[in-house]
Structure formats: C-alpha cells, structure tokens
C-alpha cells in the first residue's frame, strides 16, 4: 500500500515538517512493515516532450531503434526539438512523453544516475524518454509513459517543456507498507491514518463519517440469492446500490484525483473508474460501477451454475466454477438473466462504463473473504478489489463508501443523484466475547494496569461492557483481582476473535519494545530427546568419516521413481500427493531420502566438485491406507472427534539416513595413486553408524534397486531384521540421474536403529591380560556368504572372542570350483587373566564347528 504524505495528513495531523522517514518508521512501531520510501529520487530536468518525427533504425544486433525529434518547449534554452535515441516501440508521433534533459537524475538501486548527452547507435542523444519503473512509478518497463496513458484526460492540459515532477507527484513523499494478511484495514487510507494515530497519539479523523442518505424501499431492485454458502457463511451479506443519472464521463479526471491515483500506484483510466478507485484506496471498499441502460433487471447475487462462463474486463473468457460468487443482471421482459462480474474479483465486459455512458449503478457490497480468496486464486487474478476482500473489508462502510462516490460523480460528472437507496443488508450481529484484563500481562510480562487495558482497547475501536459474572470473580480474586470485561471488536478488524488476538493489541500499540527479553531457564533433568542425540550422534560419527550433511526438500515427481528403477509394484512407488504442490513437477513427498539425495550431489559435481560424500538425515513419508483426513473450517476450533480423525490419517513419517559418494575417497598426488570410493566404504560406514550406536550391523548379499544387482548388502540386525541396504548404484541409474560413473550410497532406517539400541550398554572394563591370536580357514560353498560365515565363528566361539577379522578369501586349483576359502584371524581375551593354550584351541574349535554346523565349512 503506497501512501501519500499529503492524503494522509487530510486524515490524521501530522507535525509541521513531518518526513516520510519518519511516518514510516512511527508505522513500524505498531507493527506494519516498511517496504520503500518514494520521491525525490528524480531530479530536474524532467519535462513533458512531444513527438515530432520517429524513424525507426534496424541495428546490426537485431534490435531496432527509434531516433526520435522531440518538442520540450523552452526547457533546453533553444527552443529546438531535441534529438533522442530510444528504444521503446509503444509511441507514435503526436504523443506527449516522459523526458530527462542533461543534467537530470535517475533513480537506480545502486544510487542516482546523471543523464547526460551521449553519442548512441550513430546519434547524439541528449536526453532519455522515461518508463514507469526509471522514474519509480511502478515495475512497468516493456515501453515508456505515454503520459495520456498514465493520466488520462488529465494529460491534454500539458505543453511541451511543462516541468513534469510536480504533475507526476515525484516531489512528494509516498510511504510504501506492506500489508500482512490479518491488517486488511490497512488498505486504506482510512487504515493507515488509524495506526498512525495509535502510534504517535495524533488526531484522527474518520473519512467515512459522512452524511449518508437512508435507505429507501423503492430503489434498484437487489435479490441475495446465494444458495450454497461456503460453511454457512454467505457470499454477500450487504449490498448498497447507487443510482447518478446524466452524468458526463468524458469529463477529464481532476489533476488532483490523477496524482493522488498515481502516487498510490495506480494508473488513471476514466472518471468513473478513478473515482471508484479513489474511494477504495480511502477507505479500504472496492467498488463496481456498472453501465446502468444495460441492465434489464434485478442485480442478483449467486453462484454460478454448470456450464456457466464470463467475459471480464481482462479480455478472457472463464468457465465458471459453482463455488464463485456472481454478480448478474436478473433479466426482464423476457430476456435471460446474465453474468455481470465475478463478485469481489473482476468485472465482466457486458456492463463496463464507457466514454458515452450517462446513467451508472454504483455497486458497494461486502463479500465472504473465503468465497473472494478460492475465486481470486482458482483463475489467479489478484486485483486490488480481491486483495482487500479475502483480508477482510469494514461491512459497517459500504453505505459510506457509496455516498462518497456518488457526490465525487455528481461534483465532477456533473449528474444527479436518485433519491432512491438500496440497500440489502443480511449482516449477522457482531459477537462480543469475554477477556480478562491481566490476560496481556500473564502473556507477555508486562505489567499493565486494568486502566491501560481498557484505554487501548477502546483506541482500538473495541466497545467494553461489563461482562456477566464480573463481580463474582472480582470478589474471588480480592482486591487488584483479574477482572472480566465484554469486548465487542470493530467492524474493520475480523481477526479480532478472542482473548489472544488482543493481547496481541495491547502489546503493540504499548510498544512491542516494553516486553522484556528473559532467557528461560532451562528446566532440570531434560534436554534432548533420545532420538534427538541419537541422530546428533549418528551426524557426527559421519562428519568424522569426512562426510558432509546437507538437506533436501521432500518434494519428487513420478518420474524421478522411473529414474532409479523401481518396480512397478514396489512399495516406494506408493508416495503420498499432494492437493497444493509447491510445483506441478514435484506433486509427491519422498518415500526414500535416495529420491532427492541425488540431485544434491549433481549440482556439487556440477559445481566442480568431483570427490562428494554426503549424509542426510530426515524423514520420509508412507502415507496409510483409509479414509483421508476431514477438512474443517478456520472460524472455530474442530471437536475431538474431527482432531483424532485427522490425527489418525496423518501419514507415517519414519527417520532414515541416506548415503551418496562418489569420486576419491583417498586423494591422488605427487605420493602416488589415490583409490575410488566403492561398495566397501560405503558398507564400512554404515557399519560406523552402528558401531557409533552400539548396533552391529552385518552385510549379506541381495538385490535391490536402484543399487548394481552383484555390488549391493542388505544390512542386517542380530535378530535379522534389515536396517537398510548400501552399496554402488546400477549403472543405468548413475547414467539417468547424471551422476558419476561407480556412485555409491545406502539409506538405513534410522527409527529403526534407534530402537534396537535404546537400551543402556554396560560399559566393560578393558582388560590388561594379553590377548591370544588363532587363524583358521574355512572352505565353504561360493553361494555362501561372508558375512554369514563370520556370525557362525563369532556365535561358536563363545564369551572370550574379541574380534573375527577375515584376512583373506581364495578361490583356485586347490579347492572345487564352486568353493571359496575364507581366512579368519580370530583374537581372545579374558578380562581377568591370561588365557591358557588350551582355552584358546577348544574356543576356535567350537567355531569351527558352528560354521560346519550351519554352512557345511571345511577346516583347511
């Protein structure tokens, strides 16, 4: 919302020399966001010029240039046209344009640019014809201001030379705020005065009390029909239709009316819409004018119907949807009732106001905030009569707003006003709700008096009453008690809906800087959860590694889960869609972290990073199966009932971990040859992880995708449950996701680690007797594996084995083909005394017979 110093100072008294710096900052203090300051940026000359002559020049590159003579009157001191090179392809000889003579200046975000004459395209430009955006006006930089354009009728009072600073509003001062979504008044400078004068204590006067004419019976004829209102709320609960007859709407807008439009950032178009807009940018209520020979009957207010469509004033034509508010013309004398607009959103061209109307209704209604937003957003038409509905619009100022636009119309349009008032008024009565006036201080700390409550509260435009039961609980909380107050909010302030919601109130407009920053203390015997230091844990045992973590967003598309290979009926396929997909190519959430790991690790190597090993820890969605969560409305807290209902579709979002490497993991240099990461190392990691844990983890073969089908471990607990799987990438994976050739990576179930080593490890004591070694070397079928092998030794081997390390695996003449020999160094120790030969033998003897037992194995 831009706001001009000038306007706001007709609304609220500002102090003699007041800066724009100043307002801005004094908006801050109750809670409104400072987005720029404008004016005086542009520094003369800048002059209104006419066109004299354009020839358009081809250029070398492509481009073709205008090499323009314009007229500036006596602005250069010759009274010579002046030659000018411009690009720009939206003029013609005739029309009056923005110029910047030498020794001008433009704003730009690095600071002011001097404009001087320069030799451009073969010519001696001495000077620019501006845009919007080179002067601030606006982001408008596709061609430059046709000054007719910008400010309408308005503009045929200029002559070439005419300084242009003051007509366009450049040597006034606009504030720019930025409205947030529950400060809808603030769309206004009705709104806007308000908060100032609650910031700075100064006097406010209300631009919507005015004399407004009753309401009468016989007026236009208005029927509220909406018969699917969104969660019982209707469409349009107050409707006020105006009638001014024998208007002259060619009539120029009042240069006034044109630079305040313009310094609030709106463009000047005709005298019945700008003054529609003036209205709505003092005091907060779009309006509609509609050209009123057109209509044939009723305006009738509903929704639309199957099939239904409307040309608007934005020249497409829209299919309907049946929860869009229509505003249509009810038909007469046998014609067929018609759409005229899209209530709250956008006129249709039916009835659109032109030069030669004379007679108009004028339209100020209050629309249903939700019914504006789904419409606004459904054909993606954010106009400036949708951004103040769906933020709420004051219902008690319809009346107001329409007065004011008809005596605008009848003063500058030279109509008359029908005695005649409509207004169809089905406003639910306003609910007051009780709060209890120590609620601010026990929220925030502050110790505010009752009275300072109260003194805000009706500053704010809350009307107080004593609430029922108040005396009752002042005599229970004694002298100084709480207190109870019945509080009825304004009319323009919707989000006022409890007691929260004001203490919110007292808090700014005391001064948000009264509130006391305390560091609470922190509460004995807590702190991190165990997951929590688990996966801390588990991060730093990877960081160790020389692994770097990094975060995904959990978006994917379907495609990216062709990418990997997986089966058309695996599991991870069933992902979760979203309704509201953050972009259309990414509409599901992850199953696995290995689905958006990827990409991390292309952009690194993209980067020029070729040696990458990354971790990320988060979680994964499986949605369940059965009936999907209920949607409740925002106006009211849902019961338990639709709470465990939602709670119990909310999907299962488990912990994981995922792995991804690929290039050197030892470096290559002047010492010699450094060595490719490979399955191992990333099984030796997630074995780290489990070591880190106290959660061994053994590796078997198996398949899997996206991994290499004879490179890949399922890891497994002791009880045999998998954890997760980890090895290299199959090649047409690494070749689909653009990845380096040989990429590695795993994805374990962190939730499911955490589990297995929850409970507390009793820490041994080392032992200082020496430890005794035993090799054995076990023949065993080349279909067996490994790692099974070694659980059988470690299992026969009893108490006092310390460590299995398999040192060598041969397969040749000396055993079958289908054999491999598996060389196990095996190490004992007991913890209080020195083991004797015979232990140590009968120890590896029992492993080697379990490893008989369970796989057949040979001692060689």
Known sequence: MRVPIDWLGEHVALPAGTTGAQIAADLVRVGLEEEALHGGEVTGPLVVGRVLDLVKEPQKNGKTINWCQVDVGGSNHTGEPQGIVCGAHNFDVGDLVAVILPGGGLPTPVGPMAVTERKTYGHLSAGMICSARELGLGEDHEGIIVLTDLLGEAATDLAPGQDLIPVLGLDREVVEVNVTPDRGYCFSMRGIAREYAHSTGAAFTDPAHLTVAPATTKGYAVQLADQAPLEGVLGCDRYVARIVRGLDLSRHTPRWMATRLTEAGMRPISLAVDVTNYVMLALGQPLHAFDLPSLGGPIVVR??????????????????????????????????????????????????????????????????????????????????????????????????AAQLAVDLLVELGGGVADAEVTDADHRPAREP???????????????????????????????????????????????????????LPPSWRPDLTDGPSLVEEVARIDGYDRIPSVVPAAPGGRGLTHGQRVRRLVANALAAQGLVEVLTYPFVGPERLDELGLAADDDRRDALRLANPMSDEAPLMRTELLQTLPEALRRNVSRGSRDVALFEIDTVTRPRRGPGAPVPGVGARPDEATLKAIRGAVPDQPWHLALLAAGETERSGWWGAGRTVDAVDVVAWAQAVGAALGVPLSPRTAERAPWHPGRCAELTLADGRTVGWAGELHPKVVQRLGLPERTVGAELDLDLLIASGAAITQAVALSTHPPATSDIALTVPSTVGRGAVEASVRAGAGDLLESVLLFD?????????????LAFRLTFRAPDRTLRTQEVNAARDDAVAQAALDHGAIQR
């Open 809 to 821: 695996v041969y397969r040749g003449d000396q055993i079958g083909a289908d054999e491999q020999s």
């Open 303 to 400: 929704r639309a119907r199957a099939g239904e469509s409307l040309r608007t004033l934005d020249d497409v034509t829209r299919t309907l949807d049946p929860e869009d508010l229509l505003i249509c013309d009810g038909g007469g004398s046998g014609e067929p009732e018609t759409v005229l607009a899209l209530a709250g959103v956008m006129g249709g061209e039916s009835s659109e106001v032109s030069a030669s109307t004379t007679d108009v209704l004028i339209e100020s209604a209050h629309f249903d905030a939700r019914t504006v937003a789904r419409t606004a957003r459904r054909y993606r038409l954010s106009t400036e009569a949708s951004k103040r509905f769906e933020r709420g619009v004051d219902p008690d100022v319809a009346a107001a």
């Open 433 to 487: 709700f009780t709060m209890a006036l120590d609620l601010p201080q026990r929220y925030t700390g502050v110790a505010y008096s009752q009275r300072r409550v109260r003194e805000i509260l009706s500053e704010i435009g809350c009307e107080l009453s004593p609430a029922q039961g108040a005396a009752e609980h002042q005599d229970a909380a004694g002298a100084g008690g709480a207190g109870l107050v019945q509080v």
